[in-house]
Nanobody, 123 residues
Framework: QVQLVESGGGLVQAGGSLRLSCAAS????????MGWFRQAPGKEREFLATITRIGDNRHYADSVRGRFTISRDNAKTTLYLQMNSLKPEDTAVYYC????????????????WGQGTQVTVSS
C-alpha cells in the first residue's frame, strides 16, 4: 500500500507555470506505475499523464502534450508534474495516482489516490 500527498497547487496567471509534487510513503514507490489526473467542477476526472515504474516511458493526453511534463524520482519517492503555458481551462483539482500494473489512461484502473491540490489559472 502507498499513501500519496500532492502539493504545489495555487493561483497563476495564464501563460505561467507551476510544478506539482506528489510525495509517496513507503519503500515500494518504484513498483507502481504513476499517473496525474484532474477534475474540474461538474466534469469527470480526466487523464493527463502517466509514467512507467523506472521513468523510461511517458504518455500524455492531447490536451497537455507539449505543455506538461511528468517525471519521478524513485530515490525521493516523489512524482512531479511540470506545467507550462497554463490556460484558464487548466483550472481544476489535480490528483496523483498509483497503479499496480502497466500503463493505463483510465482512472478506474488506479489503486491509490492523493487528496488533490487546486490549480487555478486566471485569464
Amino acid at each position: 500500500q502507498v499513501q500519496l500527498v500532492e502539493s504545489g497547487g495555487g493561483l497563476v496567471q495564464a501563460g505561467g507555470s507551476l510544478r506539482l509534487s506528489c510525495a509517496a510513503s513507503g519503500r515500494t514507490f518504484s513498483t507502481y506505475t504513476m499517473g496525474w489526473f484532474r477534475q474540474a467542477p461538474g466534469k469527470e476526472r480526466e487523464f493527463l499523464a502517466t509514467i512507467t515504474r523506472i521513468g523510461d516511458n511517458r504518455h500524455y493526453a492531447d490536451s497537455v502534450r507539449g505543455r506538461f511534463t511528468i517525471s519521478r524520482d524513485n530515490a525521493k519517492t516523489t512524482l512531479y508534474l511540470q506545467m507550462n503555458s497554463l490556460k484558464p481551462e487548466d483550472t481544476a483539482v489535480y490528483y496523483c495516482a498509483a497503479r499496480n500494473g502497466g500503463r493505463s489512461y483510465s482512472a478506474s484502473d488506479y489503486d491509490y489516490w492523493g487528496q488533490g491540490t487546486q490549480v487555478t489559472v486566471s485569464s
